[in-house]
């Protein structure tokens, strides 16, 4: 008999290799190369009588019972999940540790079972001790729910097999997980694979919905395999700097629901809260006008939430090539937006080194930023605090003209809602909103001469 292939797998991008080497030859990344069990046999034979059965195809129109969905109780993550939980769903959170899984994670299962549900949480990293005084913690002692320390996941199926499945499991987390049907110790690859496999087996074919915590990497990605964002049907992160009160739930996946809403918390010494209203949040506190800081009216989803945007800019004597650091932001957006400035507007960065950060530890996205980047970045290099009044929205192209971007009365009516007065927007979005002057600018030009020009 042949002697089984080796095979390594990147524990950063999934790859797989037939032979080690020291830099995965997919993603670049060094030393994340580990050896996978090997494949099992299969026969090439596809007939019937090698065990095969026929598959069922049906029409795309065929009736399908509408999708149930189940709240968590907590209104902002379900909408982050686009309405709620859907049985037989298996999602997988991820986030950098501390950051608040496990709490949000044990406020969500102790309202549903509060609500009658039957909830199941098992927790591979903490004693039923330390889950028990978060709990106590967070006021939520009483509720009926199921709590276990365990990390075998023959233990976890067999014993939840014995009784109605659970309308909702949580495992915390992943890579505690150990599945004795493959070597390995719990952690790797093969192992997080396989167990994140029976689990999901056993949620779709029992209908419960499934919880999978991960842990992040540094650089964002969900420790080791990728593989588990194939496999699960959604994919939230939970966000935020841990300096800062404020967490965000984003879906990045979801095969049940739009992947564009958040959900925003504050950690509180009682748990999380629901953010209900994030403009005021992120708008930092605005008394006095400063110089280099501009307001966003960001969409996330169809949700409008009002950032801050905070532009530093240092004047460099030596000939040192000048810094540029982003917090927040995308920060080949705001090298573009330098080029743009420094081509179209005549100003000159190239001196100096340029800090841009986000208030709240808040990440923007939307490419409707540029406009209010614009305006902070000119404001600070002029050293002229811009109306307190204003907000400021639309996408700037390498032309220097300012494009139309989505959904602009949305962006200024909430700017209305939290007493602004004023809105810079792109030539079309010029809607009436009560209480609003709404002043358009085309082009990158204009915007930085009324700058210029203000005082
Ligand atoms: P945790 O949910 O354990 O994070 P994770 O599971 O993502 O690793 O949250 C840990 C942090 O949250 C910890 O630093 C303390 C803080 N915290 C609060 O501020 N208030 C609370 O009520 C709780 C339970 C935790
Ligand atoms: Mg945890």
């Given at each position: 008999m042949a002697k089984p292939k080796k095979r390594y797998v990147c524990t950063e991008c999934g790859s797989l290799s037939h032979r080690w080497q020291g830099q995965c030859p997919?993603?670049?990344?060094?030393?994340?190369?580990?050896?996978?069990?090997?494949?099992?046999?299969?026969?090439?034979?596809?007939?019937?009588?090698?065990?095969?059965?026929?598959?069922?195809?049906?029409?795309?129109?065929?009736?399908?019972?509408?999708?149930t969905r189940q709240s968590t109780g907590i209104a902002e993550f379900d909408r982050a999940l686009g309405g709620g939980l859907v049985p037989g769903g298996a999602i997988l959170m991820g986030g950098e540790p501390g950051i608040g899984k496990s709490?949000?994670?044990?406020?969500?299962?102790?309202?549903?079972?509060?609500?009658?549900?039957?909830?199941?949480?098992?927790?591979?990293?903490?004693?039923?001790?330390q889950v028990r005084m978060r709990?106590?913690?967070?006021?939520?002692?009483?509720?009926?729910?199921?709590?276990?320390?365990?990390?075998?996941?023959?233990?976890?199926?067999?014993?939840?097999?014995?009784?109605?499945?659970?309308?909702?499991?949580?495992?915390?987390?992943?890579?505690?997980?150990?599945?004795?049907?493959?070597?390995?110790?719990p952690g790797t690859v093969s192992q997080v694979r396989a167990s994140a496999f029976e689990l999901i087996r056993f949620a779709k074919e029992r209908g419960t919905a499934l919880v999978l915590v991960g842990h992040v990497t540094k650089d964002g990605n969900i420790a080791g395999p990728r593989v588990l964002e194939h496999m699960v049907d959604t994919v939230m992160s939970f966000e935020g700097e841990r300096s800062h009160q404020y967490r965000i739930l984003r879906c990045l996946k979801n095969r049940f629901g739009a992947v564009d809403e958040i959900g925003v918390f504050a950690m509180e010494g009682h748990g999380l809260d629901e953010v209900g209203n994030p403009s005021s949040l992120f708008l930092s506190g605005r008394d006095e006008p400063i110089a280099?800081?501009?307001?966003?009216?960001?969409?996330?989803?169809?949700?409008?939430?009002?950032?801050?945007?905070?532009?530093?800019?240092?004047?460099?004597?030596?000939?040192?090539?000048?810094r540029r650091a982003v917090v927040g932001w995308d920060s080949g957006r705001l090298a573009m937006l330098l080029a743009?400035?420094?081509?179209?507007?005549?100003?000159?960065?190239?001196?100096?080194?340029?800090?841009?950060?986000?208030?709240?530890?808040?990440?923007?996205?939307?490419?409707?930023?540029?406009?209010?980047?614009?305006?902070?970045?000119?404001?600070?290099?002029?050293?002229?605090?811009?109306?307190?009044?204003?907000?400021?929205?639309?996408?700037?192209?390498?032309?220097?003209?300012?494009?139309?971007?989505?959904?602009?009365?949305?962006?200024?009516?909430?700017?209305?809602?939290?007493?602004?007065?004023?809105?810079?927007?792109?030539?079309d979005g010029g809607q009436n909103v009560a209480g609003l002057r709404y002043t358009d600018v085309r082009a990158a030009a204009s915007l930085v001469d009324r700058i210029m020009a203000s005082a």
């Open positions: 997919d993603c670049s990344q060094w030393n994340s190369l580990v050896e996978e069990a090997p494949d099992t046999k299969f026969t090439a034979k596809h007939d019937l009588s090698s065990g095969g059965r026929a598959i069922v195809f049906e029409a795309l129109d065929e009736p399908t019972k509408p999708l709490t949000l994670l044990l406020q969500a299962a102790a309202k549903i079972a509060q609500k009658g549900g039957s909830v199941v949480y098992v927790s591979g990293e903490e004693a039923t001790g709990a106590a913690r967070l006021g939520l002692s009483q509720a009926p729910l199921k709590l276990a320390a365990a990390t075998s996941v023959r233990d976890i199926l067999t014993t939840l097999g014995q009784d109605e499945p659970p309308e909702l499991l949580v495992v915390d987390s992943i890579q505690t997980m150990h599945s004795d049907m493959i070597e390995g110790a280099g800081a501009a307001v966003f009216p960001a969409l996330e989803g169809t949700r409008p939430v009002l950032v801050e945007i905070q532009a530093l800019i240092v004047r460099l004597q030596s000939g040192a090539t000048p743009v400035l420094e081509s179209r507007c005549g100003l000159s960065f190239s001196t100096a080194e340029v800090y841009l950060n986000v208030a709240g530890g808040y990440r923007l996205t939307d490419p409707a930023a540029d406009v209010a980047v614009a305006a902070a970045l000119v404001s600070a290099l002029a050293d002229k605090p811009l109306p307190a009044d204003a907000v400021w929205f639309g996408e700037l192209a390498l032309s220097g003209e300012v494009r139309p971007v989505a959904h602009g009365s949305v962006r200024q009516k909430e700017a209305a809602k939290l007493g602004f007065k004023t809105a810079f927007g792109p030539g």
